[in-house]
């Protein structure tokens, strides 16, 4: 987590939302991952990333809208997350823990 977001995921504006989100979830579907629905979501993520600058904003940072609950393979394959695209450029295909293949990177 950068230093500059620390005190939004504490907050109780974020759990709440976080929560919310997840229970409504669970009550769609189950709670499965918005991307792959197989895998259950695993991390709430922002479909805008949040940045310094719009972090404050409730349009962006707390708007269920912007919200998706993701399994934890599908969120590490967003923008700007775990995997190194430029890295993995030449990959074709990754696989879930079952061995499945998981959609195409974006």
Not at 24 to 30: A, C, K, S, V
Not at 58 to 78: G, S, V
Request: proline share 6%; aromatic share 10%.
């Amino acid at each position: 987590m950068k230093k500059w977001a620390e005190k939004f995921y504490n907050s109780d504006k974020w759990r709440t939302a976080r929560l919310l989100y997840i229970n409504n979830r669970i009550l769609t579907d189950g709670g499965l991952c918005e991307i792959c629905h197989i895998v259950p979501g695993y991390i709430v993520h922002h479909i805008k990333a949040l940045t310094a600058t719009n972090i404050n904003d409730p349009e962006i940072a707390l708007n269920p809208q912007n919200l998706q609950y993701l399994c934890k393979a599908c969120h590490d394959r967003q923008e700007g997350h775990w995997l190194d695209r430029t890295f993995h450029k030449n990959v074709k295909c990754l696989f879930d823990c079952d061995g499945e293949p998981l959609p195409p990177m974006r």
